[in-house]
């Protein structure tokens, strides 16, 4: 991203711990929407500024280096700051100093001061944010956030809108994913992943003696099996994560080496988006996480008292998520950092609002077709062939999702083998135009790759599973499974 002041580079810094571009030539502050709201205190003013505010005319023939609008200048409202803001994507330029002076200038009397370091904007390169697990979970939290804020007041296309809009745009995804074969792996490897991770979680339950399941019917609150369980769940979302992560951006390297006519080999593939495994791999978990725990939430429970509002916001907050991060996979396949990378998804999604939603509605009503289908296929499994459970379903809970498990499977090799490749190509062709159109590279130089260090945390995360699986009763998980019993 070029300054508009003095054409010099914006790069990644955070001030005072809120991301922000900061220009490496005449050091002006680049604020997205949203993110100059930590500095000012008088927040609700700020927002109604932000939207619609007046500004004292001052003038300029800036350009907003996000979306090449015409900026409008003039004073922040009730100081002599002088900003340029771009009332496209709402984004805000100061000059150097002017984000400390408009911090002074906005303060409420009476109020906490915010604090600077040494009374001055102090500036933190962002180096090595790849493997800040910390930074790189606070700034998908931050998107999320924002995206939430974007997508409140937006109106949601209708579901039969999104399917036509997802259907309408498979004409090249098709015919790429039956030219570049190597998209079939990808998704195998994905299919045998989440097999795999289903059946070692499954594998847990066996672990759980039938008098534990019984007691935990009449049980108030979560117990030491029911903490022990959602533990092992997440690490069998983390080890299912990275190779999904990876596979997935390996998918949409196809597309990208396939736009610039370029071999899209395995190998070339596997190389362009090994460099980026940690964002991949925090992600994937992340979002692998979030997918679990909201399916979980929408099947139907025994005393739901969940409320109709409590529901509506998970469903907001949901919906935020994914729209939100939808350009986060192809901006770090694409080259970009974590918190470039955050940006440019939300720029993405600013940009092209109503089709990514109406390309996440339609992906997500086929997966949930395929989704509902097997969940009847179980129950028509199980209603006509009952020999397969036990007199009750406490007694048999490992057995029932044991079973349970293969129209699972089978509805996602469906998914994975012809609906989510279509969705990643589709998604990777609107983001490389979104690129084009703002005159922006689409691949930047390789980064450093790290892959030592992911290569033995994954081997960790493995090897300590594997020991929890053979020496259960030797560690004592056994005894503390079996604490519940009367």
């Not at 015409?70 to 922040?76: E, S, V, Y």
């Not at 984000?99 to 906005?106: A, D, F, G, S």
């Not at 939430?148 to 007041?153: L, M, N, P």
């Not at 579901?159 to 079939?184: D, H, N, V, W």
């Amino acid at each position: 991203m070029q300054c508009p002041k003095c054409s010099g580079k914006f790069s990644a810094h955070r001030v005072n711990g809120v991301a922000l571009d900061v220009c490496e030539g005449c050091r002006a502050v680049w604020c997205e929407s949203g993110e100059l709201k930590p500095f000012v205190q008088t927040a609700s003013f700020y927002e109604g500024f932000l939207r619609n505010g007046p500004l004292e005319p001052v003038a300029t023939n800036l350009s907003c280096p996000y979306c090449n609008n015409t900026m409008q200048a003039g004073r922040f409202p009730g100081t002599s700051v002088k900003i340029d803001r771009c009332n496209m994507c709402f984004g805000i330029l100061l000059d150097r100093g002017e984000l400390k002076e408009l911090v002074q200038k906005t303060r409420v009397p009476g109020a906490a001061p915010i604090q600077l370091v040494s009374s001055q904007i102090v500036i933190e390169a962002e180096s090595a944010e790849e493997t800040n697990l910390g930074k790189l979970q606070n700034s998908l939290d931050q998107l999320r956030q924002q995206a939430h804020d974007i997508t409140a007041g937006a109106v949601k296309p209708s579901l039969s809108s999104s399917i036509s809009f997802f259907l309408s745009r498979l004409g090249r995804a098709f015919t790429l994913m039956f030219t570049e074969k190597e998209i079939f792996f990808f998704s195998l490897v994905q299919v045998a992943v989440i097999a795999f991770a289903y059946f070692l979680w499954v594998e847990f339950l066996s672990w759980i003696p039938r008098e534990v399941w019984e007691s935990t019917s009449n049980q108030k609150g979560p117990g030491i099996v029911d903490i022990l369980l959602l533990a092992w769940s997440f690490l069998c979302v983390g080890i299912a994560a990275l190779p999904i992560g990876f596979m997935t951006a390996c998918t949409g390297a196809v597309h990208l080496l396939h736009r610039q006519h370029r071999s899209s080999s395995i190998f070339q593939c596997v190389d362009l988006a090994l460099p980026r495994l940690w964002p991949l791999w925090i992600y994937s978990w992340m979002d692998g996480w979030i997918t679990v725990s909201q399916i979980l939430e929408r099947l139907p429970k025994k005393n739901d008292r969940t409320s109709p509002q409590e529901r509506a916001l998970k469903e907001a907050l949901y919906y935020a998520w994914k729209v939100g991060t939808i350009g986060f996979i192809p901006s770090i396949v694409c080259g970009r950092g974590v918190v470039d990378a955050c940006k440019l998804s939300l720029s993405f999604l600013r940009s092209r609002l109503t089709e990514i939603a109406c390309l996440r509605l339609g992906y997500s009503a086929l997966c949930w077709i395929i989704g509902i289908s097997a969940y009847f296929s179980v129950i028509f499994c199980f209603t006509y062939f009952d020999s397969f459970l036990p007199d009750q379903i406490e007694a048999g809970i490992h057995k029932f999702y044991l079973i349970a498990g293969i129209p699972i499977v089978v509805a996602v090799a469906i998914i994975q083998f012809f609906v989510r490749p279509l969705f990643l190509l589709v998604l990777f062709d609107l983001f490389t135009d979104f690129l084009t159109e703002r005159k922006q590279p689409v691949l930047l130089e390789r980064p450093e790759a790290g892959i030592w260090a992911i290569a033995v945390v994954y081997g960790l995360l493995l090897f300590t599973l594997a020991v929890a699986v053979v020496y259960r009763y030797e560690l004592g998980i056994m005894k503390l499974l079996a604490i519940a019993l009367p």
